[in-house]
Protein backbone atom coordinates (compact mmCIF):
# COMPACT_ATOMS: atom_id res chain seq x y z
CA UNK A 1 0.00 0.00 0.00
CA UNK A 2 1.17 3.39 -0.46
CA UNK A 3 1.95 6.36 1.58
CA UNK A 4 -1.41 8.02 2.68
CA UNK A 5 -1.41 11.48 0.96
CA UNK A 6 -1.22 14.77 2.50
CA UNK A 7 -4.03 16.12 1.13
CA UNK A 8 -7.69 15.21 1.94
CA UNK A 9 -10.12 13.73 -0.84
CA UNK A 10 -12.54 16.83 -0.62
CA UNK A 11 -9.18 18.70 -1.03
CA UNK A 12 -8.21 17.76 -3.99
CA UNK A 13 -11.50 17.43 -5.64
CA UNK A 14 -12.25 21.25 -5.09
CA UNK A 15 -8.60 21.78 -6.38
CA UNK A 16 -9.53 20.13 -9.48
CA UNK A 17 -12.86 21.57 -9.79
CA UNK A 18 -11.19 25.31 -9.28
CA UNK A 19 -8.65 24.66 -12.40
CA UNK A 20 -11.58 23.85 -14.16
CA UNK A 21 -13.97 26.16 -13.63
CA UNK A 22 -11.53 28.92 -13.66
CA UNK A 23 -9.69 28.17 -16.91
CA UNK A 24 -10.89 30.48 -18.96
CA UNK A 25 -9.52 33.09 -16.77
CA UNK A 26 -6.35 32.58 -17.47
CA UNK A 27 -3.69 32.03 -20.99
CA UNK A 28 -3.33 28.20 -20.52
CA UNK A 29 -4.57 25.39 -18.12
CA UNK A 30 -1.32 25.25 -16.75
CA UNK A 31 -1.18 29.18 -15.80
CA UNK A 32 -4.43 28.10 -14.20
CA UNK A 33 -2.93 25.13 -12.09
CA UNK A 34 -0.26 26.93 -11.16
CA UNK A 35 -2.08 29.86 -9.88
CA UNK A 36 -4.58 27.64 -7.56
CA UNK A 37 -1.61 25.51 -6.63
CA UNK A 38 -0.03 28.79 -4.72
CA UNK A 39 -3.22 29.32 -3.19
CA UNK A 40 -3.80 25.85 -1.49
CA UNK A 41 -0.28 25.08 -0.79
CA UNK A 42 0.20 22.39 -3.06
CA UNK A 43 3.23 21.87 -5.87
CA UNK A 44 1.35 22.90 -9.58
CA UNK A 45 2.85 19.61 -10.74
CA UNK A 46 0.92 17.48 -8.12
CA UNK A 47 -2.52 19.32 -9.41
CA UNK A 48 -1.70 18.59 -12.87
CA UNK A 49 -1.61 15.23 -12.01
CA UNK A 50 -4.73 15.38 -10.04
CA UNK A 51 -6.51 17.01 -12.76
CA UNK A 52 -5.42 15.01 -15.62
CA UNK A 53 -6.46 11.74 -13.32
CA UNK A 54 -9.95 13.25 -13.33
CA UNK A 55 -10.16 14.16 -16.77
CA UNK A 56 -9.46 10.05 -17.22
CA UNK A 57 -11.92 9.60 -15.11
CA UNK A 58 -13.97 11.34 -16.75
CA UNK A 59 -13.81 10.25 -20.49
CA UNK A 60 -12.00 13.22 -21.55
CA UNK A 61 -8.70 12.16 -21.58
CA UNK A 62 -6.99 8.67 -22.66
CA UNK A 63 -5.92 6.47 -19.84
CA UNK A 64 -6.58 4.12 -17.19
CA UNK A 65 -9.47 5.19 -15.19
CA UNK A 66 -8.77 5.45 -11.04
CA UNK A 67 -11.12 2.34 -10.77
CA UNK A 68 -8.95 0.06 -13.52
CA UNK A 69 -5.53 1.45 -11.76
CA UNK A 70 -6.64 0.23 -8.76
CA UNK A 71 -8.56 -3.24 -10.61
CA UNK A 72 -5.12 -3.69 -12.14
CA UNK A 73 -2.53 -3.57 -8.79
CA UNK A 74 -4.85 -6.04 -7.16
CA UNK A 75 -4.61 -8.59 -10.08
CA UNK A 76 -1.15 -7.88 -10.01
CA UNK A 77 -0.60 -8.73 -6.35
CA UNK A 78 -3.12 -11.72 -6.62
CA UNK A 79 -0.77 -12.73 -9.78
CA UNK A 80 2.59 -12.48 -7.65
CA UNK A 81 1.25 -14.88 -5.06
CA UNK A 82 0.16 -17.13 -7.92
CA UNK A 83 3.33 -17.45 -9.20
CA UNK A 84 5.12 -17.51 -5.57
CA UNK A 85 2.62 -20.38 -4.73
CA UNK A 86 3.34 -22.32 -7.65
CA UNK A 87 7.25 -22.21 -6.72
CA UNK A 88 6.54 -23.19 -3.76
CA UNK A 89 4.21 -26.17 -4.85
CA UNK A 90 6.64 -27.01 -7.95
CA UNK A 91 9.75 -27.16 -4.90
CA UNK A 92 7.80 -29.21 -2.45
CA UNK A 93 7.02 -31.86 -5.34
CA UNK A 94 10.45 -32.25 -6.81
CA UNK A 95 11.26 -33.10 -2.82
CA UNK A 96 8.98 -35.11 -2.07
CA UNK A 97 9.42 -37.48 -5.86
CA UNK A 98 13.01 -37.47 -4.88
CA UNK A 99 12.54 -38.57 -1.56
CA UNK A 100 10.01 -41.28 -2.76
CA UNK A 101 13.11 -42.08 -5.33
CA UNK A 102 15.18 -42.32 -2.68
CA UNK A 103 13.53 -44.69 -0.53
CA UNK A 104 12.77 -46.80 -3.00
CA UNK A 105 16.17 -47.64 -3.76
CA UNK A 106 17.19 -49.08 -0.16
Known amino acids: ?49 WVRQAERDAGQRPGLTTEERARLKQLERENFELRRANEILRKASAYFAQAELDRRSK
Not at 12 to 30: F, G, I, N, T
Open 1 to 49: MGRPSKYSKEVRERAVRMVLEHEERYDSQWATIVSIAEKIGCSAEVLRK
